[in-house]
């Protein structure tokens, strides 16, 4: 588990709750005990050394020896309480004797001053006050061993007596006490890690189901659905993002559904127009071929007329070949061919020999479709000749699997607010040239039958001047777009309460919409629009010879 994962969080959470939990009642616990246990043997001790003090049978003589003190304290100490007595008097010649219960084990240095000062304070008497000295404790540890010694006056002017009790066994039945609460503690502790881990399967586990229901939605899976059960937050979210899902899918149907009548409407007009295109046309080329007998004041007009019924023939084929990407019908009729022969080819069927200077060794061999590479091939060289200036160049290299031509021209490059739509349909750089002879749809064209290839064209501009339009593709041709894509409408997967209905498939719209439709139509990247940039919106007719279908627009 990742540390910021919600998962662990819980857990942790779930873990410190418990165990402050734990460890405050275990705190407690052990303290009141603790006061109890030493309380209750403390109370008994003094209570029992008080009634010895107080016994006639523990007087001593006057003066004692001693040997008095001795027998008067080992009768003391034989009570039922089990601790050491000192007793301390004065002899006969003044001086300070002591006895003790278990010489060598108790003396009175082992007694504390503090507790010997106050038991040797005279108290004054008072009304509340009856006796002048009174019972003295006090709580000590030697070398590790808790000891209870307390100490007073046997009578008034009477010898003095102290007594030691060790709470080494009250000490381990805390100790054992302190044990047991730990090991309750810990205990408390894994049982909370194990109840907050199933509080946080219990909760995430819907939160993981919207996550991959998420996740197929932004696939395109537009007909995934949650199931939803229970009343809680979690059930009403999962509504929610049902209702959502539901109303994008509609959404997203809609608008196929209008970008699928436009482009049967592009087709169909591109189709419709053919027909008296190719008669203007066949009239047109009769009107060229008798222009030199012509009326002079009708020449001018005949010519615009030749040179527009051309531009729109280019466009209609150009249009066509656009909808046949949006489609998905555009097909690969792969070959192994020299690309040097074959950009010689493309530059030789256009004149274009004086002005393009080729970069490129014969013998690198590429498997590509021949006709649409010599459709990108044209636009590229086309618009550099048209709007950069010549001379243009054009070199060969290969990269690893890749094969790089690069085109660059030698004119003031594109600039930088135009570089992102040069491959965009129909755009213009330049307001000032609305009516140019290109359609804008040249490097659309050609940028998607780079898609199809596999590969991509990108536009960039050279630091010694000059726009470069760099294409790459796939030597082998195994990177090549696949046209027949579809999904097979499979059954529906339901994985982890997410309802995966439908199948996954484009519209042929070739905007990456992600809609299910059942069935698609083959919808690939390379029907992305374009157009040129910075005045590289040239498109070049193909080469003579070449029409209707086997015509590649947009050149």
């Known amino acids: 588990m990742r540390f910021t994962s919600l998962r662990l969080r819980l857990v942790l959470v779930f873990g410190l709750v418990a165990l402050t939990a734990a460890v405050s009642a275990s705190g407690i616990a052990y303290w009141l005990n603790r006061e109890a246990v030493l309380t209750r043997t403390q109370d008994n001790t003094l209570d029992d050394f008080k009634e010895q ?31 050491d007595v000192v007793l301390v008097d004065q002899d006969a010649k003044g001086r300070t004797v002591t006895g003790s219960s278990a010489p060598g084990v108790f003396s009175l240095g082992d007694v504390p001053d503090t507790l010997k000062e106050a038991v040797t304070r005279k108290q004054k008497l008072t009304s509340t006050n009856k006796a002048s000295s009174h019972l003295y404790w006090q709580r000590v540890d030697v070398k590790g061993t808790p000891y209870l010694i307390a100490g007073a006056e046997v009578s008034d002017g009477g010898p003095t007596g102290y ?8 000490a381990d039945d805390l100790e054992s006490l302190a044990w047991s609460l730990g090991i309750a503690t810990t205990l408390a502790l894994l049982v909370a890690a194990l109840l ?11 939160v993981h189901r919207l996550g991959v229901a998420a996740k197929r939605l932004g696939e395109g899976k537009l007909s995934t659905r949650l199931r939803v059960s229970g009343t809680d937050e979690l059930a009403e979210l999962s509504r929610t993002f049902n209702d959502a899902a539901a109303a994008l899918e509609q959404r997203v149907a809609d608008m196929s559904a209008r970008e699928e009548a436009s482009r049967r409407f592009v087709a169909d007009m591109s189709h419709e127009l053919r027909t008296p295109l190719t008669a203007i046309t066949a009239v047109t080329e009769v009107l060229e071929e008798e222009i030199d007998t012509l009326d002079p004041m009708i020449e001018p007009a005949v010519r615009l007329v030749v040179s527009e019924t051309r531009r729109l023939n280019t466009l209609v084929e150009n249009l066509m070949e656009v909808t046949r990407f949006d489609a998905g019908t555009a097909r690969l009729v792969l070959d192994d061919v020299d690309i040097a022969d074959q950009i010689t080819a493309c530059i030789d069927a256009r004149a274009w020999l004086d002005a393009v200077e080729l970069d490129a060794e014969r013998g690198i061999m590429a498997r590509v479709d021949p006709r649409r590479l010599d459709v990108i091939l044209a636009n590229l060289i086309g618009n550099a000749l048209k709007h950069g200036g010549s001379p243009v160049r054009v070199s060969v290299r290969v990269e690893g699997p890749s094969l790089v031509i690069r085109v660059r021209d030698h004119g003031p490059g594109i600039p930088e607010d135009v ?9 213009k750089a330049s307001a000032s040239r609305p009516r140019s002879e290109g359609s ?12 199809i290839h596999g590969g991509d064209i990108t536009a960039s501009n050279s630091p010694y001047g000059g726009a470069v339009f760099t294409l790459r593709l796939p030597r082998d041709g195994g990177e090549a777009a696949p046209e027949d894509d579809a999904d097979d409408g499979g059954p529906t997967d339901l994985v982890d309460g ?5 199948t996954d498939a484009g519209t042929g719209t070739g905007a990456d919409t992600g809609t299910s439709t059942g069935t698609a139509t083959g919808t690939s990247a390379e ?22 279908e086997d015509r590649a627009a947009g050149r």
Do not use: C, W
């Open 498 to 502: 997410v309802d995966d209905v439908g």
């Open 419 to 427: 570089l992102p739509h040069v491959f965009d349909r129909f755009y």
């Open 527 to 548: 029907s992305r629009s374009g157009a040129a940039g910075a005045g590289h919106e040239t498109d070049h007719g193909g080469a003579d010879g070449e029409s209707g």
């Open 163 to 170: 007594l030691r009790k060790s709470l080494s066994s009250e």
């Open 53 to 83: 003090l107080a016994s006639p049978d523990r007087t001593v003589p006057p003066e004692p020896t001693r040997e008095d003190l001795a027998r008067t304290a080992r009768a003391m100490s034989r009570s039922g309480q089990h601790y």
């Open 196 to 206: 907050a881990q199933a509080a946080a399967t219990t909760v995430l586990k819907p």
């Open 440 to 451: 804008g749809l040249g490097l659309s064209i050609a940028q998607a039958n780079a898609h």
